[in-house]
């Protein structure tokens, strides 16, 4: 497959995080500053290399991320990846921190911290978690925030909560996926891909 682009990357990105959602190219290039041609060659560009499918509803195509396909959910991880090795250093540092909460499947940090540096109140943090690490998972924060000037402010979720929320757009939640992605990718990809099935 070839080098994909900024804008590529950024619309496979946006389409990943907003899976509760329908995107054709219009709607794509106004979400990304770009004009409607751009976002009509981008699209048609990751369906030929099969990482979107597209499909006709009336006069629009419509495109949707290929997560059967390996290779995408690979190349999502990648990108997931990359934010967070490329943030700036305050985000670091939170990413750093997040990494002791050993007993969640996946961590997502989110919120004002990712703004600017000094304006977050707290650090909020989305963690899936399994019913029997709970408490074990709060504990692990709780040890966090006694040796940290800001504290996390946790956001608990079963896979089946998230994957709910995530269905009825609740606002939390949704806007949680826009953040940094601390580990457990595989785990959000599987989980946003059982929401398109």
């Known amino acids: 497959m070839r080098d994909i682009t900024s804008n590529e990357a950024n619309f ?4 990943f995080r907003h899976p509760e959602s329908s995107y054709n190219a219009n709607n794509i290039a106004k979400l ?4 409607p041609m751009g976002a009509l060659k981008i699209a048609k560009n990751l369906v030929k290399d099969r990482v979107f499918l597209s499909k006709i509803l009336g006069k629009a195509i419509f495109y949707d991320l290929n997560l059967s396909n390996d290779y995408v959910c690979d190349y999502i991880q990648f990108l997931l990846k990359r934010e967070s090795v490329d943030a700036a250093p305050y985000v670091k540092r939170w990413v750093n921190e997040i990494i002791k909460a050993k007993s969640a499947s996946a961590a997502i940090l989110f919120g004002s911290v990712l703004k ?6 707290d650090i ?12 074990k998972l709060k504990k692990e924060v709780e040890e966090i925030n006694l040796v940290n000037d800001k504290k996390l402010h946790p956001i608990y979720q079963t896979e089946q909560n998230f994957k709910e929320n995530l269905k009825k757009q609740d606002k939390i939640i949704s806007d949680s996926l826009n953040g940094i992605i601390v580990f457990g990718h595989d785990e959000l990809i599987k989980l946003v891909k059982s929401i398109k099935q």
């Open 116 to 121: 600017k540096q000094g304006e977050a109140k």
């Open 32 to 35: 990304l500053g770009i004009s």
């Open 124 to 135: 909020d943090v989305l963690f899936i978690i399994d019913d029997g690490k709970f408490s």
């Open 12 to 15: 496979i990105l946006l389409v």
